[in-house]
């Protein structure tokens, strides 16, 4: 059921068969360098999302360059996390239903682990499980910040699940969730930082009606890759949740910057590797990466360092391709790297990075919690 | 890598964990006898697609049921299915590059096995891996009749690379792909059918053209599951491709039958079963399955049995749902049926199907292909 990696250490990359998930060592290291710098001086910590990655030898190399920890979406990824050595994990989502919750305070057993709640029934399903697990599990409330998506109203809602979680006996109360995820992709920067600024100030109104309570957020964790600068400039949230900075992808090179241009500070680092299968006519050519290959949620990918060809159309196993240059030369067998649309369910699609420096395979990274959605 | 199943064999239905894969068995069943039902008396093969299911346990369920083997994209497939005990396996595809064309070929010795063409490097490329493995493979030429995606065009196109296989040492010239996939979906029955009329007077000019040659056909292949009535009652076609019928998806059954109603004559038995995690407003819940979860390519997925409940927006990990009818009870914990918009990307994210029967659980089928896209 796992599958056979595309590559060997040490190959060229051109030898890598394809598809394949391609990981450019420098730009990736470059990228977590950068974003650590980028908070190092705002009293902020970085807990990146692992939902991103899903694979436990990234979370270590943020960790390495200051992370506290990672954000996980579900327990099957928090278990994959743990158990690949990562010691403090924020399930960064609620979880429904005795399996998992019960998975998930026996975790919580095994390294730091907290979980986030809109939902008082869940509040009190969590608390029972932790205490016949014999944990203290720390607990966030979600707070509907504009996403529209989960998380309990600003103020008065979250004040109600606060004083629960407070009296609760296997749960300490341990802050509040503010993401803004609707904000991520909002291209204009002007409208994206309003986002966020509206965010926050829902936000620091729910921090200060509880500490009039005696109820004090020890966390308040938000942010991703395309506002992540506006969260930690804001003085409300202490915790940045980024994760797709370590890659980026097509959507989020879309984003346009203070200046009015695309791209952004961080570098795309995450590839498909793809083979030309077919060149019927002069204008088309077929490619071995389609829906199996690659996610297209977000758009279509685009061919790397190829402004001339374009990637119009993904069925199961294809990816058609239109050439605007008729002098581009692509036969059978040419193999070229896409940017995803959208980085983390393409990466869900794989078991393997094949992680490449220059040309060289240097690593292959297994992808753990690849298809961890219990 | 592998994950755990959500289920155990013997539980009842609302007991297994979400999101999981499930296929209800009556209706897979009836849909496995009533395409081998409508195929029995028209002299046509029946070689079903196993990239919908990837799971070599179905593939001879099939053959079980008349089926004279499978179609797979990938050699992986083809190797998933041939070590799953299955004879007989036509790649419908361009394999391309030396590792996947020296795997073929092995494998070509341990099972019937052949290959589609586009391509004269290709052909060459192929005939000399075969004859260094002591194997004469047999090779269909695709021809492009309508898709407009991979394959050479009728006729004297195909005639020439006709010639060149039937000249080739390692290879056997074995007939036509001739796969109209872009008439699957489209939903008027007349121009459905007119598309297929269309590429069936393409492909059989060119048998003629190439039986004026010495170059007989012996397999002409095509069609799914939106259009085999066509391919089989054409005189043409003389294997049919069909893979999606087991299933079912949201798109297919949005086809219009010849009375200009939709549904057609196969039923849904694959869904994702999720649960809401999330109930923030009357109108509004959230589900715990996502992009990771079903693929939404071909739209969103429908919630089974429930009309006024719209899946209106997926992310990673959350499936949006409005509410349209105020009366509906939707509570946290609550366990429900998607419809996948599309079946064959949805399954690729899975490891296991949970089958059951009623309300029990009957078996779990490991997906052996899942991810099989080298």
């Known amino acids: 059921m796992s599958t056979r990696p595309a590559a060997e250490v040490g190959m060229p990359l051109d030898a890598v068969d394809t598809p394949a998930l391609l990981l450019d060592l420098d730009a990736f290291e470059r990228n977590i360098a950068r974003l650590a710098g980028a908070v190092a001086d705002t009293g902020v910590r970085l807990r990146p999302h692992a939902k991103s990655h899903k694979c436990p030898v990234i979370a270590l190399r943020q960790m390495a360059s200051g992370a506290v920890g990672v954000c996980c979406q579900k327990v099957s990824e928090a278990e994959a996390m743990v158990y690949g050595g990562v010691p403090d994990v924020l399930v960064s989502n609620q979880i429904v239903g005795a399996p998992k919750i019960a998975r998930l305070v026996a975790l919580a057993k095994q390294a730091r682990v907290a979980v986030c709640v809109d939902d008082a029934a869940n509040v009190a399903a969590l608390s029972e499980a932790a205490s016949a697990f014999g944990v203290r599990l ?143 006519t002069k204008d088309r050519a077929v490619l071995d990466a389609g829906l199996k290959a690659l996610s297209v949620d977000s758009g279509m990918p685009r061919v790397a360092g190829m402004q001339d060809v374009e990637y119009i159309r993904a069925s199961d196993e294809h990816g058609k391709l239109t050439l605007h240059d008729p002098g581009r030369v692509l036969s059978v067998g040419s193999k070229l790297r896409l940017i995803p649309g959208h980085c983390d369910p393409t990466v869900n699609l794989y078991d393997w990075y094949v992680c490449y420096r220059g040309n060289r395979v240097e690593a292959l990274w297994p992808i753990t919690a690849r298809g961890a959605i219990l």
């Open 138 to 280: 720390p607990v966030l409330i979600e707070v509907n910040v504009g996403a529209e998506r989960c998380g309990v109203e600003p103020g008065e809602p979250a004040l109600a699940l606060a004083k629960q979680i407070a009296a609760s006996p296997g749960l300490r109360f341990g802050g509040l969730q503010a993401y803004q995820g609707a904000a991520q992709h909002i291209r204009d920067y002007t409208k994206r930082k309003g986002a966020i600024d509206a965010a926050g100030e829902k936000t620091r109104r729910t921090v200060e009606m509880l500490g009039h309570h005696g109820l004090a957020c020890d966390v308040v964790s938000g942010a991703g890759t395309g506002t992540y600068r506006f969260e930690s400039a804001s003085g409300i949230w202490n915790e940045l949740q980024a994760g797709s900075y370590i890659f980026m992808d097509a959507d989020y090179l879309q984003n346009l910057g203070p200046d009015g241009k695309p791209g952004g500070e961080f570098e795309q680092s995450l590839f498909v590797y793809a083979t030309v299968m077919s060149r019927p």
